[in-house]
């Protein structure tokens, strides 16, 4: 597969204000039609890699548009985010005194795993309908130099598709700085630079707010703490998940899910990454049985679930390894 092209990153892109015009087939002489490639690069988003697509295969992009709803947030934080991203993303700001500056909106998600803080970003970019990158930790480097030239890059590619970029597990990037640790420090303060400088939308996913070197203070524009999941919280994520499989809830008989069994579910103490992984299971052994999901599979799933983190930490407390 030949290499795809070096982007141009000041070319603007194409907005609805500024529609591509269609042309039919009919439309092009056969000298267009010889030099009309069938071919298009393009980024996955998801795989980090440029890939030819199919022109023909290219569709127009389906937001989900009830995504934020499905937000377990309380309902000032929510209001409060989307007010900000509605504000920023109609440009209403200011630069800094040193222009560039300031621009950007940094939002640091933290708390615990499984409880939301990455579906946020995900329902955040769905609402706003701009494409979201999704960077680890991992992928920027662990070396001063590496992390600097892969911000660079990750914040030019998504300031030119006017992406919100999300940065997971940014902790080793947030932690106070020492004395006796260089590269670490290095590291902290190319971090800095960048997020001083950012235009766009920001989310970083942290777990250890306490270890943050003090100067990200003032560069972060909001910081919302996200808690283990209460009861309620759990309920809402469970409906939201089985609904959007087309898994009806109610007291009919007619309903797939009781409500009554919506509560016992409600009831395990697991967070919102094992409620996704048990619903996506239960509807995997659902249709290789072929039948429609239901409690039952869901209870199967969990059982197994339990089992599993029950010998788990058997194992780790007594020491053994399997």
Do not use: C
């Not at 890699?49 to 934080?77: G, Q």
């Not at 300031?102 to 701009?130: I, M």
């Amino acid at each position: 597969m030949p290499s795809p092209p070096s982007v141009d990153l000041t070319i603007p892109l194409h907005t609805s204000e500024h529609p591509v015009p269609a042309i039919t087939e009919a439309e092009l002489t056969d000298e267009e039609l010889i030099i009309t490639s069938p071919i298009l690069y393009a980024f996955s988003l998801s795989d980090k890699l440029w890939l030819e697509l199919n022109v023909e295969k290219v569709l127009d992009i389906e937001w989900d548009e009830e995504a934020f709803d499905n937000l377990v947030l309380p309902m000032d934080r929510k209001v409060l985010l989307k007010s900000l991203v509605e504000a920023h993303n109609q440009q209403v700001g200011f630069d800094d005194f040193i222009k560039g500056k300031g621009r950007g909106l940094v939002v640091n998600l933290f708390g615990p795993p499984g409880v939301g803080k990455t579906f946020s970003a995900e329902a955040t970019s769905e609402y706003v309908k701009r494409p979201l990158y999704v960077v680890g930790a991992g992928d920027l480097g662990t070396r001063a130099a590496d992390v600097d030239t892969s911000l660079q890059r990750v914040f030019e590619l998504a300031t030119s598709w006017k992406a919100i970029v999300l940065i997971d597990e940014a902790d080793v990037f947030l932690e106070e700085r020492s004395l006796h640790d260089l590269e670490r420090n290095a590291m902290v303060a190319v971090f800095l630079r960048h997020l001083e400088y950012y235009p766009a939308i920001l989310f970083l996913t942290t777990n250890r707010v306490r270890t943050f070197d003090g100067a990200f203070l003032s560069r972060i524009h909001i910081a919302l703490h996200f808690h283990d999941l209460s009861r309620d919280a759990r309920g809402s994520v469970w409906k939201a998940f089985l609904t959007k499989l087309g898994v009806t809830i109610g007291n009919d008989l007619k309903a797939d899910v009781t409500e009554e069994q919506l509560e016992k579910l409600s009831d395990k103490d697991i967070n919102g990454r094992q409620v996704k992984n048990a619903v996506k299971t239960a509807s995997s052994l659902a249709t290789s049985r072929g039948e429609k999901l239901g409690y039952k599979h869901l209870s199967e799933v969990l059982n197994v679930m339990e089992q599993f983190a029950t010998e788990f930490e058997t194992m780790r407390h007594s020491g053994m390894y399997v």
